[in-house]
């Protein structure tokens, strides 16, 4: 068994644990740390948990088989050992003796029913594609196989079957994903539907557990019946938006130990004094609906993305960002490296002003149809409405196409993709997701998580390839031809990237920002 060595989450802050005055006595442990966050959490249920701070409860408060370490490695949490079978498809999992927050035991039963929840389709579970490695998952996700067909299985209490598919290598890493940890099966019936959504509906099996939770705040405290090593902070303290902008003011004062900041400014919070760090994320594209008649036409779909003004919008881009070309951010995971290891060419594309609009103007004598009135959808919780209007103005002055710009949420972005009520959007390809392959299975064509209605057959194989493929290296080239086989339908058309910025006060350290699953541990976090 071989674990990937590089890692795969930024540390942003080593772990300067100095062990000087025995094993159990660190003068900057016991303390309490604070971070302020946007929103306030709405379901911390682990296979619904999708918001900033929903994450971060789940990430401190929950764990699986594996967890991710402060090394990026995936070492045993909830596994005691586990050994593969001569098919090389068959893993079964020794369950050490662990319990949960109400100091029931955990199960195999546990994991058993955690991951038929979130593989099933009534739970919407946005995680469900991570499960697909396990034998009949997609069928059964899709309603066409019954639970009892799934390859997971208790074989006693505290024995776990697992069946894959096809052979993988990074079972590990696939297994400390949150959509496979354990859910207590009586405890979530005598919820009423209401798991997760109150600290009274949930129970915990990680460093921490929610100790109180108001309108404003979240308290977490240790978790005494953690199997791990014990947390070495007393508590966390989340609050919502209390900052008002002020986020720097407060890491400063004090007030809170670390946040998420704009990128605009990092240069401010550096000259204050505090540590900032930066992963570029997110793939602002410009994504077109296949479905409208006039953008049927190939032509139509050319002109758009060979008019952009690039040098134009790349001169207006807000500080920390910078134009891309590839549909996968450098810095996602992928085979517990980042994807730029791998790939770190992109053919860059230019203004072909001339042949666009040539292409365009046929394209409206061949469908009688032009994209005048049409509107460019962007996102108002970003810096992207700027963005939106320099490409707009690329359109108008290349094209004479006369496009509209809107500002919408991102819920109601996705909204209107999903029904089909949009003509183009500037989308945030990554947002939230923290696995490269993950970035392009959303455009899957028989995928359920594929609003954009975009279809195309070479890219699904490619993809099908690219989830059976063992071996890191050439999983990337076919992860990177199959970006490029949607960039060049021209119905997504990547413009810039964008950064995730944190700022934390000088004191802080130990704590994880992991790629991989997008989120914040503080286990071993002291100051």
């Known amino acids: 068994m071989s674990y990937f060595k590089k890692v795969i989450a930024?540390?942003?802050?080593?772990?300067?644990?100095?062990?000087?005055?025995?094993?159990?006595?660190?003068?900057?442990?016991?303390?309490?740390?604070?971070?302020?966050?946007?929103?306030?959490?709405?379901?911390?249920?682990?296979?619904?948990?999708s918001s900033q701070s929903e994450l971060i409860i789940v990430r401190n408060a929950m764990t699986g088989l594996f967890r991710i370490n402060d090394?990026?490695?995936?070492?045993?949490?909830?596994?005691?050992?586990?050994?593969?079978?001569?098919?090389?498809?068959?893993?079964?999992f020794k369950i050490k003796d662990a319990k949960w927050s109400n100091d029931e035991k955990i199960t195999a039963d546990d994991f058993v029913f955690g991951i038929t929840r979130a593989l099933k389709a009534e739970t919407k579970s946005p995680y469900a594609h991570n499960l697909f490695f396990i034998k009949n998952a997609e069928n059964f996700n899709n309603g066409e196989c019954s639970e009892s067909e799934l390859g997971i299985s208790a074989i006693n209490e505290k024995t776990l079957k697992i069946t894959l598919t096809k052979p993988i290598s990074d079972i590990e890493y696939k297994l400390s994903d949150m959509s496979s940890t354990p859910c207590n099966r009586d405890f979530f019936t005598k919820c009423k539907g209401k798991y997760g959504l109150s600290k009274k509906d949930m129970i915990y099996c990680g460093p921490f557990y929610v100790s109180s939770w108001t309108d404003k705040s979240i308290k977490m405290?240790?978790?005494?019946?953690?199997?791990?090593?014990?947390?070495?902070?007393?508590?966390?303290?989340?609050?919502?938006?209390?900052?008002?902008?002020?986020?720097?003011?407060?890491?400063?004062?004090?007030?809170?130990?670390?946040?998420?900041?704009?990128?605009?400014?990092?240069?401010?919070?550096?000259?204050?004094?505090?540590?900032?760090?930066?992963?570029?994320?997110?793939?602002?594209a410009i994504i077109i609906n296949p479905n409208?008649?006039?953008?049927?036409?190939?032509?139509?779909?050319?002109?758009?993305?060979?008019?952009?003004?690039?040098i134009s919008i790349e001169k207006s881009l807000p500080a920390g960002y910078s134009m891309f070309s590839g549909l996968v951010a450098p810095e996602l995971n992928l085979c517990?490296?980042?994807?730029?290891?791998?790939?770190?060419?992109?053919?860059?594309?230019?203004l072909q002003a001339d042949e666009a609009k040539k292409e365009y103007m046929q394209a409206i004598k061949e469908t009688g149809k032009n994209l005048n009135g049409s509107t460019l959808l962007y996102v108002n919780e970003?810096?992207?409405?700027?963005?939106?209007?320099?490409?707009?103005?690329?359109?108008?002055k290349n094209l004479d196409a006369y496009i509209n710009t809107e500002e919408v949420?991102?819920?109601?972005?996705?909204?209107?993709?999903?029904?089909?009520?949009?003509?183009?959007?500037?989308?945030?390809?990554?947002?939230?997701?923290?696995?490269?392959?993950a970035a392009l299975q959303q455009f899957l064509s028989y995928?359920?998580?594929?609003?954009?209605?975009?279809?195309?057959?070479?890219?699904?194989?490619l993809m099908e390839k690219v989830q059976y493929e063992s071996n890191a290296d050439k999983k990337a080239k076919l992860l990177h031809q199959a970006e490029n086989c949607l960039i060049e339908s021209n119905y997504i058309y990547p413009v810039y990237i964008s950064p995730t910025v944190v700022a934390t006060t000088p004191k802080l350290s130990g704590f994880i920002f992991d790629l991989y699953k997008g989120n914040f541990d503080f286990a071993n976090a002291i100051k």
Not at 82 to 90: A, H, N, S
């Open 10 to 49: 930024l540390i942003l802050l080593g772990m300067m644990v100095a062990n000087l005055f025995g094993c159990n006595y660190n003068p900057s442990a016991n303390k309490i740390i604070s971070m302020d966050v946007e929103k306030a959490p709405i379901n911390i249920d682990p296979q619904l948990a």
């Open 71 to 92: 090394n990026g490695e995936a070492e045993r949490s909830l596994c005691e050992d586990y050994k593969v079978l001569d098919d090389r498809l068959t893993y079964e």
């Open 221 to 284: 405290g240790r978790n005494d019946e953690y199997v791990g090593e014990k947390a070495k902070p007393t508590a966390l303290t989340m609050t919502f938006n209390q900052t008002e902008g002020k986020k720097i003011e407060a890491i400063g004062k004090n007030v809170i130990d670390i946040a998420i900041i704009d990128s605009e400014k990092e240069t401010a919070a550096k000259n204050a004094g505090l540590n900032t760090y930066s992963v570029h994320n997110t793939v602002w």
């Open 292 to 310: 409208m008649e006039i953008m049927q036409n190939p032509l139509t779909v050319s002109a758009l993305s060979k008019s952009v003004d690039r």
């Open 336 to 350: 517990g490296n980042k994807y730029s290891h791998y790939i770190n060419e992109y053919s860059q594309s230019s």
């Open 382 to 396: 970003s810096k992207s409405g700027n963005m939106a209007i320099k490409i707009a103005a690329s359109w108008q």
């Open 409 to 437: 949420t991102f819920n109601e972005i996705n909204n209107r993709i999903k029904s089909g009520n949009f003509s183009i959007v500037l989308y945030p390809i990554g947002y939230g997701i923290t696995d490269a392959e």
């Open 447 to 461: 995928d359920k998580g594929n609003i954009f209605g975009i279809k195309n057959e070479y890219f699904d194989s």
